[in-house]
């Protein structure tokens, strides 16, 4: 291809993938551009119109990237080791992941400070359904979550972080969803079972689920925190639940 040539060749190119650590800086962006629109010329194009860089998502794709929120389903690779993929990819660029990750990190240790518990969980699985088949929103909540902890590094550059996430906590089923789905929907959420995965859970779903119109299950993941404190003061507050 043309433009992977003309990045391989291009001197100034080379020289950025040497200096930063990180390929997708702004300065990255603008210095494909000029690549671009100079490709164009050569074949006898026109520049891009407004000059613009490229979107966020033809720069994902750019760098083997799929640029959806769904999840890719497992491919079973024996020659891959459990540690071949440890990186989390998402579609922001590094100055604004960096933004959002210490945002994160902030409002989770205050919310330990005060608390006295981690609200940080991984949400992997949502369920998107109508309240009426004739709705015109639709909703969305997480299935399973997975209490997680981030922490960071300092890298190379003045103010740049590396943010890793970890945990091996059990995951938990998203009980305001459950309730939500028993009370309006009579609806009954698959428990977690021995053994279960995020995939094998989501699959139960999909069946419990099907024939519903515009309801679905999505592969989504979203790092956030979630507090069941109210719903489970609800719960222990719930009439059936005193004897007398």
């Known amino acids: 291809m043309a433009l992977d040539e003309a990045r391989r060749l291009d001197p100034a190119w080379i020289a950025l993938g040497q200096e930063e650590e990180d390929v997708t800086s702004d300065k990255s962006l603008r210095l494909d551009r000029t690549i671009r629109d100079r490709v164009r010329s050569e074949m006898g194009l026109p520049p891009a119109k407004g000059g613009r860089l490229a979107s966020i998502a033809d720069w994902a794709r750019l760098n083997g990237i799929e640029p959806t929120f769904d999840l890719p389903h497992p491919v079973i690779d024996e020659d891959e080791s459990d540690d071949a993929d440890k990186e989390i990819q998402t579609l922001l660029l590094p100055d604004n992941l960096q933004g959002k990750l210490a945002g994160v990190l902030d409002e989770t240790r205050t919310a330990q400070q005060e608390m006295g518990v981690?609200?940080?969980?991984?949400?992997?699985?949502?369920?998107?359904?109508?309240?009426?088949?004739?709705?015109?929103?639709?909703?969305?909540?997480?299935?399973?979550?997975?209490?997680?902890?981030?922490?960071?590094?300092?890298?190379?550059?003045?103010?740049?972080?590396?943010?890793?996430?970890?945990?091996?906590?059990?995951?938990?089923?998203?009980?305001?969803?459950?309730?939500?789905?028993?009370?309006?929907?009579?609806?009954?959420?698959?428990?977690?079972?021995?053994?279960?995965?995020?995939?094998?859970?989501?699959?139960?779903?999909?069946?419990v689920i099907e024939g519903l119109p515009r309801w679905r299950v999505r592969r989504f993941s979203t790092l956030g925190l979630f507090s069941f404190s109210r719903l489970v003061m609800f719960n222990d507050l719930a009439p059936e639940r005193w004897g007398g």
Do not use: C
């Open 118 to 207: 981690n609200l940080l969980h991984l949400a992997i699985g949502f369920l998107e359904w109508v309240e009426t088949p004739q709705a015109e929103k639709s909703m969305i909540a997480p299935l399973l979550l997975y209490p997680v902890e981030l922490d960071r590094k300092p890298m190379k550059a003045k103010g740049q972080y590396r943010y890793y996430l970890r945990g091996d906590a059990e995951p938990m089923i998203n009980i305001t969803l459950l309730q939500r789905l028993a009370q309006d929907y009579n609806l009954i959420v698959p428990p977690l079972e021995e053994g279960d995965t995020a995939e094998s859970y989501m699959a139960r779903m999909t069946k």
